[in-house]
C-alpha cells in the first residue's frame, strides 16, 4: 500500500482508495485542515463515511486546503454522549498543538446535533485558533439556529460554569480517582478498568527514546532505527520528527496525572523515572529554537461567509510582506488567486471586518435583541423536542398523575375495591420511574432564560468595536454572509443576516480619493471613507 504522509490507519480500505486515486490534498494547499467524519448509528454503514470523505477532499480541493489530520467516530450518536466520541475529543486536544487551522466537516450536524455540545466543542477550538467549517453548507442551518448557538458560545463564557458543568459533569469525579476520561492513549500505556496501566508490549520503546535522546541521539537518528526496528507509534504508523515532541514532554510517563487543574503525582504507574526525564527536559530546553516571529495565529473573522461577488468564489484569508517589509493581512479571492479569471482586488482584513462589524452593530436596537432572545428560545424548545425524550415523557407523566388524581377521588367517594388499589400503586410506581428518566434526560439539556439572553445582548451595545473578540461574536451572532464587488470609487456589499425581520441589505463605500490605490500588498492606510451609500432596504417577511 502506498505511503502517505499523515495517518490514514482510522480509514477503511475502501476509503483509503479515495486518496491512492487522488492523494492531491494530502500533499497540496495554502492551509492546513483536519477532517472530522462521523456517522451515527449502527443502522448506517460505512458508505455514509466514504461519501462525507469523498466530499470533504473535493471542497478542501477547491478552496486549496492541505489535509493533514483526519478523526473518524462510528456508530456513536452526536446527542448525549459527547464525551465519549473518542476522536472528537482526541481533536478537540490536538487543536492545541495548532497544526492546523480548520476542522471540515460535511455537515455541522456530523459535529454536533445537540446545540449546547456543538457551542462548547467549537468554543474550545476557537480558543486554539480554529474554526469549524461545513462542505456542503454556504450558509450554514437556519437563522434560528445559528443564533442560539453564537447565543449559547457567548453565554458559555459571560455565564461560564453553568453551561460548562453539562459538559464536564463526571469527568471531574473520574479524574479524581486517576480514571482515563478518553482521549489519545499515550504510546506505552494501555487501559484496563477504566485506568491507565504498562503496556508491555511498547512501553520499551518509550524507554528506548528517552535513553537514546538523553544520551545525545538526534531525533532524525532516532526516527531512522525505530522505523528500521519497526516499531509504531501509538497509532500504529511509523515515527516521524514529530512522534517525539509530544512523548519527550508528556509528565504521564513518570507517574504523574493531570486533567485540567487536577495534578495527582504517582497517580499512574511510571514508565520513565524521574531523573531520566529532567534529563531529557533540559537537552529539550537547550535545543529548543525561539518562537518564529510575525508568525501569530491571525483570526479571519469572515472566513467561510465571505465571497466575491464578481465570480461567487469564496475570500479566502490571506498575509503577505509588502515592498517595506510590512506584513498584510488581506482576504483575495479564490477564483484570482489560482488565475482562473477573476479580477477581484483584495480587502484588507481589518477594513472589511471593521465595515460588516458597524453595520452589524447599527442593527443592534432593543426591538432586534428582543426578536434575537425570542429566536434563541424557539430553536431551545424546537432542540428539546428533537433532541431529547423529554416533551413525550412529560406528556405520559400527565397522564398517569391524571389517572392518579381520578382514583384517588374515587377512593375519597368511598368506591375502594383491591382493583383500584392495586392499580393505583402500579401508577405511583410509573410516576416514579418518569420521573427518574425525565430526570435523566434533563442532565444533558441547558435550559436557557430569556431575561439571561436580553442581558446578554445588550452588553453588545456598548462593546468595543475596536475590539477583534467583540466584532467576532457580533459577526457570528448577526451575519450570514457577506458579498463584496469592486466599483470604481469603492465597493458594493450584500450582507445576508441570521434575522427574521432583515434578511439581506445591499450598500456602497465609497473610495477615499486621497487614498493611494492598492498595488501587491502596499494597501492605503486610509483606503476608503466610511460613507454609506444604502439603496438595498431589509426585506422583510410579510
Not at 488565475?339 to 458597524?358: F, S, T
Not at 384517588?408 to 368506591?415: R, V
Not at 470604481?488 to 450598500?507: M, R
Not at 480619493?513 to 492598492?518: M, N, Q, T
Request: net charge neutral; hydrophobic share 35%.
Amino acid at each position: 500500500m502506498k505511503k502517505f504522509p499523515i495517518d490514514l490507519s482510522c480509514l477503511t480500505e475502501e476509503e483509503i482508495s479515495q486518496f491512492q486515486e487522488d492523494p492531491y490534498t494530502l500533499y497540496n494547499g495554502d492551509q492546513d485542515v483536519a477532517l472530522y467524519l462521523r456517522y451515527s448509528s449502527t443502522g448506517q454503514s460505512d458508505q455514509s463515511i466514504e461519501g462525507q470523505l469523498r466530499d470533504c477532499r473535493a471542497f478542501c480541493k477547491a478552496n486549496h486546503y492541505r489535509i493533514v489530520a483526519i478523526y473518524v467516530d462510528r456508530a456513536t450518536t452526536a446527542h448525549k454522549d459527547v464525551e465519549k466520541r473518542v476522536h472528537l475529543m482526541e481533536m478537540v486536544a490536538d487543536s492545541a498543538k495548532q497544526n492546523w487551522e480548520y476542522v471540515i466537516v460535511w455537515k455541522l450536524d456530523r459535529f454536533a446535533r445537540n446545540r449546547n455540545d456543538s457551542a462548547i466543542m467549537k468554543m474550545r477550538l476557537r480558543k486554539n485558533g480554529v474554526k469549524v467549517l461545513s462542505a456542503t453548507e454556504h450558509l450554514t442551518d437556519s437563522p434560528e439556529s445559528i443564533i442560539l448557538e453564537s447565543v449559547l458560545e457567548g453565554m458559555a463564557e459571560f455565564f461560564s460554569a453553568e453551561l460548562s458543568q453539562k459538559v464536564t459533569r463526571g469527568m471531574r469525579e473520574s479524574a479524581l480517582k486517576c480514571h482515563s476520561v478518553g482521549g489519545h492513549i499515550p504510546l506505552g500505556y494501555k487501559v484496563e478498568n477504566h485506568k491507565l496501566v504498562v503496556n508491555p508490549d511498547t512501553a520499551h520503546i518509550v524507554q528506548e527514546a528517552f535513553s537514546l535522546y538523553a544520551n545525545g541521539e538526534s531525533v532524525a537518528d532516532i526516527c531512522r532505527k525505530f522505523n528500521s526496528a519497526g516499531y509504531k507509534t501509538a497509532k500504529n504508523t511509523e515515527f516521524n520528527r514529530s512522534s517525539f515532541k509530544a512523548m519527550f514532554r508528556n509528565t504521564r510517563y513518570i507517574g504523574t496525572y493531570t486533567y485540567k487543574d487536577i495534578v495527582i503525582e504517582n497517580g499512574i504507574p511510571a514508565i520513565i523515572d524521574k531523573e531520566l526525564f529532567e534529563t531529557v527536559q533540559r537537552r529539550l530546553s537547550k535545543t529548543a529554537t525561539a518562537p518564529a516571529r510575525g508568525k501569530a495565529k491571525v483570526d479571519y473573522l469572515l472566513s467561510g461567509k465571505l465571497f466575491c461577488g464578481h465570480c461567487g468564489a469564496s475570500m479566502n484569508g490571506e498575509s503577505g510582506a509588502g515592498r517595506h517589509g510590512k506584513v498584510y493581512h488581506y482576504y483575495s479571492c479564490y477564483t484570482k488567486k489560482r488565475k482562473l479569471g477573476c479580477d477581484k482586488r483584495p480587502l484588507k482584513k481589518d477594513y472589511i471586518e471593521g465595515i460588516v462589524a458597524r453595520d452589524a452593530l447599527n442593527l443592534l436596537t432593543d426591538q432586534l435583541i428582543d426578536e434575537i432572545a425570542d429566536m434563541a428560545i424557539r430553536q431551545s424548545e424546537q432542540d428539546l423536542i428533537n433532541d431529547t425524550h423529554i416533551p413525550q415523557l412529560t406528556a405520559q407523566l400527565s397522564e398517569v398523575e391524571k389517572s392518579i388524581m381520578n382514583i384517588t377521588a374515587a377512593i375519597e367517594k368511598g368506591i375502594a375495591s383491591e382493583t383500584l388499589m392495586n392499580r393505583l400503586v402500579q401508577l405511583e410506581h410509573e410516576k416514579k420511574t418518569l420521573n427518574k428518566e425525565i430526570k435523566a434526560e434533563e442532565k444533558f439539556v441547558y435550559r436557557i432564560d430569556r431575561d439571561q439572553i436580553v442581558f446578554w445582548l445588550s452588553q453588545f451595545k456598548y462593546g468595543n468595536i475596536e475590539d477583534e473578540d467583540f466584532r467576532r461574536r457580533l459577526i457570528d451572532l448577526l451575519v450570514n454572509s457577506v458579498t463584496v464587488w469592486d466599483e470604481p470609487d469603492g465597493y458594493k456589499i450584500t450582507t445576508a443576516y441570521n434575522l427574521t425581520s432583515c434578511k439581506t441589505k445591499t450598500f456602497r463605500v465609497e473610495k477615499n480619493p486621497a487614498a493611494e490605490e492598492a498595488t501587491g500588498f502596499d494597501f492605503g492606510e486610509s483606503e476608503c471613507t466610511i460613507r454609506w451609500q444604502q439603496f438595498g432596504y431589509f426585506k422583510r417577511n410579510a
